[in-house]
Structure formats: structure tokens, C-alpha cells
């Protein structure tokens, strides 16, 4: 089904998707000292991803966001939990932040961890709202690529009728 | 030498994985690879026990959880290396006779020695153990381990009751014996078995005086209900019959050898400690003795083979139990040798009626029969055993009788009943003993062989009778010269356990009073069988009712349909009834306790008397609460479920109003885009669900009395909120949580967003942990659509539903491919 | 200050638990969401009457600044009540995929078919 779509929307969805992400980007970036942060700026980067798809539609969107949102999820709590673990190398509690100031900027391993924090935010906000936005069928609310990262082979249908059906689906990705 | 011990125990622990691995290459031939384990395990105890003529005690310690006083903490003395022993070479001849017994037959072999060796390791962790705290862990262990080896014939219905029985009783009265060991250790201050032999119990109970008696009788009554019910005594004597149901090298290994000896194992081990209470004698003299004479009688009149010696291993043990509370506090003697005794002839019995069973394709007395000319080397096998078993001289049997009798004999000086019960109970029980000792060698091996047997009869592999033979030549051999167990029990004589005697074990003592008792004993028994016949006992049999079992599995059976009773009764299955039941029930408890304190709490908020409603509200604020009422009214009254949520959205938008007039900069800026996520979800979701759908919900509403019922919940729900947050609002802390952020978030975090340094850097870890959840969350959303039910007819219809909300599938080709062709 | 936002947080509870014990999942799904907002102003009122206070960015403001905590603890809140709130909406989804119904009722009113349990060998 096609929804007939506004230009207006479509090229005004489009300059505030860039738009918003800087501000979500600056509100990130200045988070330890001005109201923003990791979760803020995450919300922010996603919702703009999400508007991005309601203006041309979630395929275009991935194409923009290039990377599987679960991934840049799991990078981001991979991010998080290493900038975390990290001071124990030497000794140190886990979680401990170093700060240090350059120029009047205060840099320091919190930024590292909110990084972390938006990277997750984005990718949970984009995939779970875009979940429910294709045609969904079973295995089907997956694309194919996404079918074989996160559905394992034994995975089947419940019932029996369909079983032969979804295998040969899977035979087609090969 | 820590290496060595720890090695021994470790060792075939971390063989599990390997054995499982073997199994499913070698299949049935596993059991040879697995003989490593328990002759390398036997092997390094042998050495801990070489070269030293008097045992002296060697403690290792290795510190686990300091702060709870618990560690690797091991003893290597007599009393271990003794069991340790039993435990490693039955291990080893189990282990041999298992290989042949198991054959292609069965299934999963990698599994069963997995199992076998988990349970040899645990057993010898539990034996050497020097921490009560160590102890018990190991002790449950063996418990795991037991119960996966009486079910690893799980696809049968008694294993499976057998091994649940086995669980519940023995795990069930090891909580008991937890809470003993705890309260023990936490009186006397220490959990070491050492400690508290060289003095900690005896300063403790000096100490405080004889209140503190109580105490420590508790302590040790509950320590035996879990060593008891170990060893299968009277009332926990249900369980061992039952797990006969595991495949006989088990009931060999585990129910005669070595499980059902922890009790007494432990027994042993505390004595040096607990002999000195009041309670000690009374209580392990009754029920040892009293379940000595049930376990006799209830062999005598069981028809399984496995059932006779099942309970015969109970009437023993019961023995035993008795044995060491009629010693004298200053100790026990020739206690080892009884054990060892028992190992030898019931090890033996077990497996032979393995072999049995085997050739013959029945365990039953009444059907079995006449066996001795198909099978004469098992018969002579059997004939050692049994003998030892009935105590016929020459054989190791009737070396522990003679002495056993001795030892209440010596007792016998004055006229209390501790005095003269035992040796009443051993009297008899000796005699059913002897009697069905006859009865197992008669109805097995003699007389006519019935054609059943006859045809179903295969000869076994001689290779299963090595393990038997060696144990019944242990039988004769120690009982024809007994002298040559003198030196290893005097070398594993424990201080504060076994008195300070030089033993010197003799066949012949003369005509005392002990062997007139002996040859009284045999010469009745005998009588007693030509009296009773082998018709009158096949036709006896024991009264259900004192078997216990029975009503044990009724009861666990009456468990789930009772907590199916109690939830039809709380309706907690129909979460549409029980959800306003549970939330009546908070907010009315909360609700009364602020209604009840309701003056003392007005003071806290520091209201005055005088107050008005107008000082408290402001217009603009007060409209906007209107607007929100207003809009929450919708939500509730409208029917269409876009408009529904168009009033959802406003409620949402109104609330960042509040939460910039709290000085909330980040809160407003989220709750905005978090209130348009939400909106967009759900419309995705609304989009999805057929219209049919929302007008059907339209005409079906409740019956009335539920809508009154709800709303009264909500009325009292909102009303306990109102009074709750606006209590907790204004009372005034003296120094709120918060204050320390605010001071600290600029010197140690180096930040001026106090509410970004608490999620960074102060509570980072809930942070790291919040989005780790989420992460959970989308993944867990993922994969509930990945399957699901469906009819054939709807799997044919394809995909449903529209698309969602302005989502364009970019060709017609690129959606066939998702969808089902 | 304080009294508005009690009420306000006793108007969300009051009407979201209302919605809860309904049997329509759009509507169990809208009074999750009116409870959580509910619950974030409640944690909220706890950080005092904010008259005369600042925000709690030490850098800008003098005067005293407000409690940051419970601000903390709410934006987690949020966020993970979004979570929870998208698990939901897939589980409805799913549920109304698996039973052709969008009413609560249907699901235990009456026995399934497929609920019923299997008997014991």
C-alpha cells in the first residue's frame, strides 16, 4: 500500500532530520555541564530517524543510518562498558572517570561513557519503532539480512502447516 | 601433599565434561576409559596413607569467603582416609562392573559415569571436609548427584518417583542440618571441626552456662535429622527401597556403600564433639535400634531382591547409628571394622543380584529359583556373602558380630533401658538376619527352576563377576584371618573418636557368652526357617502402611492440587479479577495507615491550623492541572482509540509544563521526545488491529458491578497517591540525599549538570545497567515476532494489515521476497 | 506548588489504574502509560517545593539549586519506561497475532484451546 506522501513534509522532514541532529549532537557533547546528555541527545538523534522514515519510508531511512540499529546498540553498551572496565587495567574501581580540562573544555572518560549511552538510545528508539512499521508476518517483520543475524535456523513456527512454506522461504536466502 | 589431596578430589570432577564427551564416542566402551578416574583417585589416597604407622592429623586451608568464616579447608586423618578409601575402591570396582553391566542396552553411558564420578567427587570433598559449611555443600552435592543417578533411567515412572523421593527427603532434612551447622557455628564462633573439637564447644557451653545446653541440643538435633535421613533411618526409611529404581552399579555404589554411610560418616565425625550432650545416646540409641529391627523385618518379608538387601543396608546402618550412641563419651571402637564389613558383604549382594537380574530377567524371590546350576561360580560368590551377611563364622561377618555382641554384652551393667534395649534389638535382628540370608541363597539359587527363568535365562559376562569375587574374597579372608585388619585399624584410630586400645582382632576367643549367643542365634534362625518354609514368607508382605511411601507420594502429588485450590480461590489465574484485588489491597493498606496517622502526619508536613486551599494553588498552575484533568477525563470517555491517544499525547505535553516549573531543564526535553516516541508507537500498534476490533469493544462493557468495583480502586488508589506525595513532599528532610551530589558534582566529577554527574559518574553502574535493559528489551521485542501461530488459511492470506504509518515498500518485488510465496 | 502536583499525580494514578483494570489492550496499554507519568511526578515531588531555587546546573543560577536526584532517577525512568512501554506494544501485537483479539477478557474468560495443559505421563 502506498500512502500518497507531501513534498512539503517530505523536503521540510528531511532539512530537520539534519537539523535535529546537531542539536542532539551539541546536547550530547555538553551534557556534563548544561542540560543534555547521553539519554537526551540519543532520543533525539532516533526520533529524527524515525521522522526521517515516516517522510520516505523505513528502507530509505536504513540506507541513511547505514548500520543495523541493534548493532550500533550493542556497540554503544560495548562502548560503555569499556570505557568502564577500562580502569581496572591499572588498578583502579571500576567506573572510575577521569576529567581533565583543555582550554577551558573540561574532556574527560564521561563523555566516552554518555557516547555509550547515545549510541544505545538511538538504536533501541530506531529499531523498536520501526518494528512495527513494515508488513509484519512471523519471521517476515525481519528483512532477509536481518533474518539471518538475529533468527538462528532452528527457529520455527509453531504449527505445523507453515513449516514447509517458511523453510523454503529460508532455502531462498540460502 | 594439599596437591595430592585436592587432586584426588578435583580430579574426577573435572572429568565430568570428559566422560560425557567419551560416551558419545566410545558408547558402552566409556566405562573402561572411566576406570582412570576412580584408580588414580584411589591411588593418590593410598599414598596420603602410606608411610605413616600412626595417623597423625594434617589439616589444609585454603581461604574462600573469609568474612563468613567458610573455607577450602580439608582434614586428612584416620576417620577421611578411611572413607576415602571405601569411597575411591568401590568407586573402582563399581566403576569395572558397571562397564559390562551397562551394556549396548543402554543409553547415554558417557552420562552415567559423568554422573558417577560427579558423586565420587563429591563424597570424597565430603569426607575430607574440615568446615561444617564445606561439608554441607559437598553433602548436597552427593545428594544432586544421587538423584540424577537413581533417575538415569528417567523414562521410567518409579526412577523418576524414586529419585524425587530420594531428593526431597535426603535435600529436605539437609536444610534442617544447615540450620544446625549455622546455629552450631554461629554460637561457638567457629565452623571448623577441628576448633571445635580442641575446645571451642566446651569453652562456649563453659562459658554461658547450662542455658546454653538448649541451644546446642537444637543445634545437634537438627544436624541429625539430615544425617539420619542420609542413612535412611527410621521415619526417613522410605526413600532407600525406592531408589532402587536406579540401575543396580548404583544401588551397589551408592545405597550400600558409601551415600547412605554419610549419615553414620557424620555421625562419626561430630562425636568427638556432640557425644558429650545429654541428648546424644537417647536419641541415636532409640532410633538406631528400633529402625535395626524394622529394616530386618522389612527385608524378611520383601520379595525383591533389591528390596531385601535395600532394607537389610537400612537395618544395618540403623546398626551402626546405634553403635555410636551407646558408646561411652571417651569413645567408640572397632566402629570401622563394622563398616568396613558391611561394605564387603552388601557391595558383594548388590552386585551379584546385578548379575541376577541380568541373566535371569527378574529380581523376584517368589518367581526366581534353582539358579546354582546355571550360574555356580555366582552361587559361591553369594553363598561368602550371604554368609558374611547371616555372621556364620570364618567369614568377616561373623568377626563383626562376635565383637558387636561383645560390645553390648560389656554394656550390660545395670538395668536402665539404654542397657538392655539394645542387645534385646540386636538379639532379634541378628535373627530375622540370619533368616533372610537363607531365604535370598534358597529362593535364588535352589530348588526347582522355573521354566520362565529357564527360557529367558543368557549367560552374563565373566567380566562382571571380577568385582563381586574380589569383595567376597575380602569376606573370607578377613574372616579367616582377622588379625591382618589389626594394623590398619589401629593406624586409622582418630583421637577424641576411637579409645586408645591396641587391637588385636582373634577368630577364636573361647567359649565366652558372645559365641553361645552366636551359635543360639544360628541355630534358631535355621529353625526358624525349616518352621516358617519359604510358601508362608512368599505370601507375607509388608504393611503399606508402615512402608511410608506411599503416603510420602501422595502428599507430593497433593502439592500441586492444593496450589491449584488456593489459586482458583484467590482467582489469581484471572488476572481480570485478581489485579483489582491486588491493587484494592495496596492502596487500601496504605491508604488506612495515612488516614489513621493522619494528624501526626498533617504536622510533618508543617502546615498550621489556619491554612487555606487558595495560598496553596496558583491560578496558571491550578489551570493547567484543569487541562490535564480534562484531557485524562478523554482518554477515559472517549471511544475512538485515536482520539484516545491524541488525548494521551496532551497529557504527556502538559506534564514537561510541570516539569520545568520543578527547574527540570533535562526532564521537559526528554519527556517531549519520549511522549512523541510513545505516539507513534502506539499509533504503529492501533494500525495494526482491525477496526472490527474497535467498534466490537465499543458494544461489549463490563457488567456494571465490575465498573463500580474499578472505579472504586481507582478512586481510593488516587486519593492514597494525592495524600502519599503530598506528605512526602513537604515534610522537610534534615539533610537530603541530594545535597551531597550538589556539593560534590563540580570537586569530584568535574561537572556542572549535577543530574548528568549522578547518572555518569555517581550511580554510573545503574546507568550501565538501565541500557543494557533496554538493549534487552528490543531484543526480547524481536524475537516475539519471530514466531508465532497461525492457521493455514491465514498463512495463505500473506501478510496483514496495512503497512505502517507512511512506510512505502519501495517495489512490489522487494515485498514479495519478505512475504510468504 | 506541591499540592498541584499531588493532585495531579492522584489524577494520573486514580484514572491510569482505572484504565489498567479494563480489558481492552489499547486501553490496559494507555493506562500503563497515564501510571508512569504518574509515578515520575510523584518521585518529582519529592525534591521539594522548587520556589526560589535553581536548576541543578551549578553554573548557572546562585541561589540554592533544587535536588538532583530524584531528576536522575526520573530520567532513567522515562527512558526505561519507554522500553517497557515498546515491549508491550510487541506483546499485544503478538497476542492479538497468536488469539484474533484485542480484549483481555477473551484470553482467560473462557478456556483455550491452547492453554490447556498437557497431561501428565
Known sequence: MNLARSFIFTRVAIFLFFVINLFSIYLLLRGHNHPGGGFIGGLGSGMSLVLLSLAVGVEQMQKVLRVDPVRLATLGLLVATLSSALPMLWGDPFLTQYNIKIGGVGLGTPLIFDIGVYLVVIGITVRLIVILARPVEGLCSLTPIERTRYASEIEKPIDQPIEQKIETNWGGQG | MTAVLLAAILLPMLSVPLLVWAGARWGSRAGRVALVVPLTSLALIGWLLSGAEAMTERVVTIPWIPSLGIELSFIVDGLSLFFGLVVSAMGVLVTLYASSYLDDHYRDHGRFYAYLMLFMASMLGCVFSENLLLLFVFWEMTGISSFLLIGFLHDKQDSRDGARMALFTTGGAGLAMLAGVVLLGEVTGTYSLVALRDGAMTQSMAEHGASWDGILTVAFVLMMIGALAKSAQFPFHYWLPNAMAAPTPVSAYLHSATMVKLGVFFIARIFPIAAMLEAWTPLLVSIGFLTMLLGAIFALLSHDLKGVLAYSTVSQLGFLVGFYGMSNTDGASLDLLHVASHVFYKGCLFMVVGIVDHAAGSRDLRKLGGLSRRLPALTIITLIAAASMAGLPGTMGFISKEYMLKAKFDHWHSDAWLNWLPLTLVIIASLVKVLFSIRLVRSTFFGPLPSEIDEHFHKPSGWMLISPAILAGCCLTFGLWPDLISPALRTLSVEGLHLETSIHLKIWHGWTREFWTSLGIMGLGAFAWLLLGAGRLNRAGIPSWLRFDQAFNAFMNAIPAIAKKITSLTRADRPMDYLPIILGTIFVSVGSLIVVHGARLLELTGLRGDWRVSELLDPLRSFVLLLVAIAVLMVTTLRRWTTQLVALGTVGFLLTFYFVLFRAPDLAMTQILVEAATLILVLMLLSRFPRAAETGERESRPAATRRIMNIVVAVIAGLTVTAFTFVVATSKHAEPAGDFYLKQSVPAAKGTNAVNTILVDFRGFDTLMEVTVLLIATLGALGLLMRYRRTEAEAKAGPMGPPGMGVIHETDAERERWTDR | ?121
Do not use: W
Open chain 3, 1 to 121: 506548588m506541591l499540592l498541584e502536583t499531588a493532585i495531579l499525580a492522584g489524577l494520573l494514578f486514580g484514572f491510569g489504574i482505572y484504565q489498567v483494570l479494563q480489558r481492552s489492550f489499547v486501553r490496559i496499554l494507555i493506562g500503563f502509560v497515564l501510571l508512569s507519568n504518574g509515578a515520575n511526578l510523584v518521585i518529582l515531588a519529592m525534591s521539594g517545593d522548587p520556589k526560589g531555587k535553581d536548576s541543578p546546573i551549578l553554573a548557572e543560577g546562585t541561589g540554592p539549586h533544587v535536588d538532583p536526584l530524584p531528576q536522575a532517577l526520573i530520567l532513567t525512568a522515562i527512558v526505561i519506561g519507554f522500553g517497557l512501554l515498546s515491549y508491550m506494544v510487541v506483546l499485544l501485537y503478538r497476542i492479538f497475532l497468536d488469539y484474533r483479539t484485542t480484549n483481555a477478557a477473551d484470553l482467560f474468560e473462557e478456556p483455550l484451546k491452547e492453554a490447556k495443559p498437557e497431561e501428565p505421563h
